[in-house]
């Protein structure tokens, strides 16, 4: 049996099979920033008032609250940028900088 979820698509008018677990959302809710990134909520708050990282809120017409969503690859660049930076500043500490 088949564990891998997959879905069926057509591109150029062929079918082909797409394991989910392979796509990337483009927008997150903040406890997924939470849990992906190991920022806690109210740093993701920050960093969204700061403009470090992109987000919306997304509401029904109307309505006083809605969902804040947050883009995915403003996440991960943010996590990125914070990486170098950090990796450039410990450098010459007894750390060494970063690991890969």
Same mark, same amino acid.
Not at 53 to 58: D, E, L, Q
Not at 62 to 78: E, F, K, M, P, T
């Given at each position: 049996?088949d564990?891998?979820?997959?879905t069926? $698509?057509?591109?150029? /008018?062929?079918n =082909? &099979?797409v394991?989910?677990?392979n796509?990337?959302?483009e927008? @997150? #809710?903040?406890?997924?920033? $939470?849990?992906?990134? /190991?920022?806690? =909520? &109210? ?9 470090a @990282? #992109?987000?919306?809120?997304?509401k029904k017409r ?17 996590l ?11 450098a010459g ?8």
């Open positions: 049996m564990t891998n979820p997959s069926q $698509v057509q591109k150029d /008018g062929v =082909r &099979s394991n989910v677990n796509l990337k959302p927008w @997150i #809710r903040v406890p997924d920033a $939470v849990r992906i990134s /190991g920022i806690c =909520r &109210s740093a993701i708050y920050e960093l969204i008032n700061s403009g @990282i #992109r987000s919306f809120s997304h109307g309505a006083v609250l809605g969902q804040r969503l947050i883009s995915y690859d403003s996440l991960v660049d943010y990125n940028r914070a990486y170098r930076t950090s990796c450039q500043a410990n500490s007894e750390e060494g900088g970063c690991h890969e």
